[in-house]
Nanobody, 115 residues
Framework: QVQLVESGGGLVQPGGSLRLSCSGPGSIVGITVMAWYRQAPDKDREYVAKIAGGGTTDYIDSVKGRFTISRDIAKNTAHLQMNNLKFEDTAVYYC?????????WGQGIQVTVSS
């Protein structure tokens, strides 16, 4: 079972920053999209941001201007820089890497914004 590994989560105060990282094994080839999703307690998993093959990025409105997604294609790694964090950003964050043949997911990492 090939799985991605997330890191960088934790507890932060409102207005603080965290940088999430996601690493996939070298056996994953043909990645077309790297993305982040999140799931807050008692809510459905929601899309947060993505970076496509050409480097094009996209974000949900609630994180625009605060979150930045980036990648290192050679290392099968994605990052999510999260600044000015808010209470409502509290969730388990999941990394996705998409290929033409299947999606790969991480196990999820907790981000808690609390004073």
């Amino acid at each position: 079972q090939v799985q991605l590994v997330e890191s960088g989560g934790g507890l932060v105060q409102p207005g603080g920053s965290l940088r999430l990282s996601c690493s996939g094994p070298g056996s994953i080839v043909g990645i077309t999209v790297m993305a982040w999703y999140r799931q807050a307690p008692d809510k459905d998993r929601e899309y947060v941001a993505k970076i496509a093959g050409g480097g094009t990025t996209d974000y949900i409105d609630s994180v625009k201007g605060r979150f930045t997604i980036s990648r290192d294609i050679a290392k099968n790694t994605a990052h999510l820089q999260m600044n000015n964090l808010k209470f409502e950003d509290t969730a388990v964050y999941y990394c996705l890497m998409r290929t033409p043949w299947r999606d790969y997911w991480g196990q999820g990492i907790q981000v808690t914004v609390s004073s």
